[in-house]
């Protein structure tokens, strides 16, 4: 910013800004919002970015430099303002607020309340205000290996088909057989009963072990003196895998208090922040988050921040906090974690000795380890997509790679995928499917047109750095055409040949051969191997629900609205053949003499 403007920004906006509190925005010349702070008083503390440039961290002045124009909101009161900086923070993802995720969302449990029979399914983002949710956890996998262990104790269902009470949807399926569901589907299931397998989930989650094991045990007395042997036992055997849970939990403080750890590691990239979760004295957890760009930070700043992201989602606060660094505001944290909590007090220590000293040394030893094992995996990331660039002749490393397969069953149902892999890993939100409508069945090169045509018709979407496409010299002949058609012949282009595994690029006669062990094409087998997947996945869906549709279609009586019915009920024809006359006469719209007709022709 030139200092005219700079001059102008002091004098006339600085000025009027009132003594409030509120949350104020800097934006640069391309009003683009590149942070968000909140203040007890406005004037104090956006002046006192404008001070002397010595006074300010070199971050600041850096940022400072960048101001264009800058705006404010008043609030009533500075938690008012806490949580409007927090939401602006995740509309706005300024450059220089501390955030903490890798160009991803991180990952929570939820348990879907709105619905009778809740289930419990992978979230991005706790959207939904009926739902509950747990987390946020620091990857996926340790999403899904938590989802894996609580299917095998508790029996909640998975399917996604809508149910109400006193409702039958037919035959349950293999999980209620082997004792993974309490089949509500059956439609004799009370939902109080199921809401307390709900509950159960709720504590595990919590990592309130302690009090699910006497539940569990309270309740399997009573269900036993109400001569309920089968719920009783079943209870019995949840209760003992808890029990085998709890053991292989470790012990780490002498009292059996609830208690969160949280250490930061200053890495050459940034921060690496350690989490330990104990509850009842025993270690239930281990979370390992970053936030990269943050080098040069001061580290209550990023505590401050970390504590604000992680808690603002979290569904269980305990009552003490153990830290590496006392966050900036630590009074206020204290009084907002208290309130989220609802009641009780949380409080912020720094241990200097004893076994709570020795946790965090553990725990910031976690960290350091976890951070390094990120950077070196993001060297190799970054060495791949080098090599890539350099086997290529690409300008630089492709920051965005979109990759494109066709599948079809026999020539039917032809489907193509586009997925998108940024900074060399895959980027799924930018994944998308097209449901080939206007060539020939079996015509791979005019479905491949067709898909390339409608994507780069899209100019809301980002140009790629590289398009690759699942094929030969023929898949690449087909790209050259559209991108040429389209006017962007200069987008970098290739294609991957199955088998070989070939490299075909434009000009150029022969086929490029690497090393099966070559960072760069084990990168464009990545990308390949994910479009033929993702495509390859709608083609058999789409088959599977042809297949039932055109057998539907020949059965008199079974009109679009019945075919609809069925589909939804029924995911394919073998699942319809497998079914009773009564579990179809139970389909919603389905009279009895229908689902006899029906039936003959099944079985006839």
């Known amino acids: 910013m030139d200092e005219e403007l700079r001059t102008k920004l002091k004098n006339e906006k600085l000025a009027r800004l009132p003594h409030s509190p509120g949350v104020y925005l800097f934006r640069d010349e391309d009003d683009k919002v590149i942070y968000v702070g909140k203040a007890v008083d406005l004037r104090q503390r956006v002046r006192s970015y404008f001070q002397n440039p010595a006074s300010i961290s070199p971050r600041v002045r850096f940022m400072v430099e960048k101001i264009a124009d800058l705006s404010y909101i008043i609030t009533d009161s500075e938690e008012e303002a806490f949580i409007l900086e927090s939401n602006l923070i995740k509309e706005h993802s300024p450059r220089y607020n501390v955030q903490f995720k890798d160009d991803k969302h991180y990952p929570y449990l939820c348990l879907t309340m709105e619905e009778p029979f809740p289930r419990l399914v992978f979230a991005r983002r706790p959207e939904n205000k009926r739902a509950r949710y747990f987390g946020p956890y620091s990857s996926a996998g340790a999403v899904r290996e938590t989802m894996r262990l609580i299917k095998k104790i508790f029996p909640l269902r998975s399917c996604k088909q809508p149910l109400q009470e006193g409702e039958s949807k037919g035959r349950p ?122 080098e040069g930070m001061e580290a209550e700043v990023v505590m401050k921040e970390f504590i604000r992201h992680f808690y603002s989602g979290a569904s269980f606060i305990p009552g003490e906090l153990l830290l590496s660094h006392l966050p900036a505001e630590s009074g206020f944290l204290e009084n907002w974690l208290r309130k989220k909590k609802g009641g009780g007090p949380v409080r912020i220590k720094l241990p200097q000795r004893g076994e709570k000293k020795a946790l965090l040394e553990l725990l910031k030893k976690n960290a350091l380890q976890h951070g390094e ?70 015509d791979d ?160």
């Open 173 to 294: 399926c293999l999980n209620q057989q082997i004792k993974r569901c309490l089949a509500p589907c059956r439609g004799d299931l009370p939902r109080e009963e199921y809401l307390a397998v709900v509950d159960q989930v709720s504590l595990f989650l919590e990592g309130r072990q302690q009090a699910l094991l006497k539940k569990v045990e309270k309740e399997m007395h009573e269900a036993s003196k109400a001569l309920d042997f089968e719920k009783a036992a079943r209870l019995r055997d949840q209760f003992f895998s808890l029990q085998k849970v709890m053991e292989r939990q470790k012990a780490v403080t002498r009292d059996s208090r609830d208690r969160d750890a949280i250490a930061l590691v200053a890495q050459p990239w940034g921060f690496s922040v350690g989490l330990f979760k104990v509850r009842g004295g025993k270690l239930l957890a281990a979370e390992n988050f970053s936030s990269r760009g943050t």
């Open 373 to 442: 094992q990120q950077e070196k995996n993001v060297r190799q990331e970054m060495r791949m997509l080098d090599e890539l660039a350099g086997v290529l002749s690409l300008p630089g490393p492709p920051e965005r790679i979109e990759g494109y397969d066709i599948s079809h069953f026999a020539g039917k149902e032809t489907v193509g995928s586009m997925v998108v892999f940024l900074q060399g890993k895959p980027w799924k939100e930018g994944y998308r499917r097209f449901k080939i409508r206007e060539v020939k069945a079996a």
């Open 445 to 604: 090169y005019g479905a491949l047109a067709e898909m390339l045509e409608r994507r780069f018709r899209n100019d809301k979407l980002p140009l790629p750095s590289l398009v690759l496409i699942d094929g030969g010299r023929g898949q690449l002949s087909v790209g050259e055409k559209v991108l040429r058609e389209k006017n962007l012949s200069h987008l970098p282009l290739a294609s991957l040949a199955k088998e070989e595994e070939h490299i075909f690029l434009p000009g150029e006669r022969a086929p490029l051969r690497l090393p099966a062990v070559h960072p760069a094409l084990k990168l464009l087998q990545q990308v390949r191997d994910e479009a033929h997947r993702f495509a390859l996945a709608l083609s058999r869906n789409l088959n599977i629900k042809s297949s039932i549709g055109s057998f539907l279609e020949s059965i008199p009586g079974v009109g679009p609205a019945r075919r609809k019915a069925l589909l939804e009920h029924f995911n394919g024809l073998e699942a319809l053949k497998d079914a009773s006359l009564e579990e179809i006469k139970a389909v919603p719209g389905i009279s009895a003499p229908v689902a006899e007709n029906l039936y003959r022709n099944l079985h006839g």
